[in-house]
Each structure stands twice: as C-alpha cells, then as structure tokens.
C-alpha cells in the first residue's frame, strides 16, 4: 500500500514537472516571438532612413558633378608672392597646412568667374580722403559737369584766402597781397588775361578776383585734398571768367586734366585693393596645390572613367 503511494506521488510530480516545462517553452516563445516582430519592424525602420540616405547622397553628387573643376596643375603663380601690406590681413601661419586642406575640394575648385569678380572689383569706390562714395557711371557724369554751362554759384566764402586787408595794383585791377604772386605767375605765362574783355572793371574786379584765387588753390592742394564740390566751384570760378571773355582756357583744360586725375586716384586705390586680394588668392592657391599635388596625378587617371580603371592588367 505504502508503495502505490510513493508511486502515485512520484507520478504526479512527473506530470507536474512537465506542465511547467511546457509552460516554461510557451512563454519562451511569445519572447522569440516578440523579439523576432521587434526586429523585423526595426529592420524596417533601417531600409526606410537607408532609402532616404541614397537620395540623399544621389543628389549630393548630382550637386558635385554641377561644380566646375579647375586644373590646378596647369596654373602657373606669376605673383610675387613675398608681396606684403601693412594692412593686409594674412592667416596665421601656425594652424598648419591640415587647416588648409581638410575642406571640401569643391570649396577649392567650384569658384565662378561672376563671383570671383564681383568679391574683387567693388561696386562702390571710397576715396577715404574726402569721404566720397564714387559710383562707377558717376564718373563720366562728373566730367561732363565740368563742360556745363549753369548758373554760377561760387563766392569769396568758398576759398581760405584774405581778400581784404592790403592791395596791390597790377594793370587795372586791385589784388590782396595774398594773391598777388598768383597773379604774377598767370600774366608771366599767359599775358594779360583780362586785356581781351571790354566790360567794366567794375563789373570784372569780382570775377578776376575769384579765378585768380581759383588758381592760387590749385597751387596749394595737392590731389588727396581736392572734392568733387571744390573742382565744381573752381569751375564757375573759370566760367565766369570766359563769360566776360577772359583768355583763360588754359585754365578750363587745366581743370579738366584734374578732374581725370582726381578718378584716377581713386583708380589706384581699387587696383591696390583688388591687388592685395589677388595676392591672397595666390597664397591660398599656393597652400592647396601643395597639399594636393601628390594626389593629383591619381584623381587625373579616374577622369571621366569607373574606379576600376587600370584594375585588371
């Protein structure tokens, strides 16, 4: 009787061991399960952000191959390259050659003609002398003002000359002494100027007053201190002068003249400027073709071919 006891009891624990094995698998495999749908739908997730990545970088290299390359090799520097500026700005020199080189390629060899020009020749020029913005069409417009004929709008207040005071009688005019050595030199070169003109002295005394004092400053600046403005008053100096028939058309082609270099100072000012920029692009150049050169003659035997090139013998 004990035995069937021990029997039945051993069987039950059999039985119930294999229920809990079975439960044991069961969940076991609701857990594969799980991880398996988990895993599937994180695959899923990486072939959607894989698909957008390939158009991502197909259109980055639709963007590469739009870039311009530019033949670094064939270039040749004809710069002086030890050519320096007080206040040209050069990069410091300690960051090394890794600094200059780690960008993109296309940073090097995508630069646009238009862009180039444009960052090298201003639109606007500054002449800092006389804190003038010139524009490039202006200047021709200036030159024709110089030739206008219009109301006259020059004074004595316009010129840093004493014209009171004492005076000193050349031919028929009084002059102050300040302006007298003027006056010399005009009559020794030009004769008389006012021996052609019939009107009044009366009349004339202001207007000769005003050219001579109109050449006296011409004698004391130089070109940095001349203005637009200043060249217009000295031109109704002039033209009053020629109105009352003066001979002084020396001094409207003198006027002129000083007009066309006035610009042209502001002319070397821009070439100084797009100087210093060209000689930093040549520096620049410089860096990246040394730090190139090695791998240049590679990239050459891929041109327009598969990177198998050259692979099989």
């Known amino acids: 009787m004990h035995s069937r006891v021990s029997n039945h009891e051993a069987s039950n624990k059999q039985i ?23 895993k599937k739908k994180e695959f899923e997730s990486f072939t959607v952000e894989n698909g957008k990545l390939e158009e991502l970088i197909k259109y980055l290299i639709a963007g590469y191959r739009q870039v311009p390359a530019t033949d670094l090799q064939k ?60 524009e490039p069409n202006s200047i021709s417009e200036f030159l024709l003002k110089i030739d206008e004929d219009v109301a006259s709008n020059v004074d004595f207040s316009d010129y840093m000359i004493c014209f009171n005071g004492e005076q000193k009688t050349i031919g028929r005019y009084s002059f102050p002494i300040s302006l007298v050595p003027t006056v010399e030199r005009i009559m020794k070169a030009y004769g008389d100027v006012s021996a052609s003109s019939l009107m009044s002295t009366n009349i004339t005394g202001k207007i ?31 033209k009053d002068a020629l109105r009352v028939n003066f001979k002084v058309e020396f001094a409207m082609l003198h006027l002129k003249k000083v007009a066309r270099a006035y610009f042209g100072g502001i002319g070397e000012q821009v070439l100084l400027s797009i100087n210093e920029k060209l000689n930093s692009l040549y520096k620049e150049r ?23 090139t050259g692979l099989f013998p």
């Open 286 to 308: 410089a860096k990246a073709l040394e730090g190139f050169k090695d791998f240049l003659a590679n990239a050459k035997d891929f041109d327009g071919q598969s990177v198998s």
């Open 16 to 38: 119930g061991c294999k229920g809990e094995l079975r439960k044991i698998k069961k969940k076991k495999n609701k857990s594969e399960a799980r991880d398996q749908q988990l």
């Open 75 to 134: 270039q040749e520097i004809s710069v002086d390259l030890s050519y320096s500026h007080p206040n040209f700005d050069v990069k410091d020199e300690e960051q090394g050659m890794n600094s200059e080189v780690q960008g993109n390629v296309e940073e090097l060899d995508g630069i646009e003609l238009d862009d180039l020009r444009d960052d090298l020749v201003p639109k606007k020029v500054t002449n800092p002398e006389n804190s003038l913005i010139i």
């Open 208 to 238: 000769y007053l005003l050219f001579c004092a109109t050449i006296k400053e011409m004698e004391d600046l130089e070109l940095h201190q001349v203005t637009q403005t200043k060249m217009l008053k000295w031109r109704d100096a002039i």
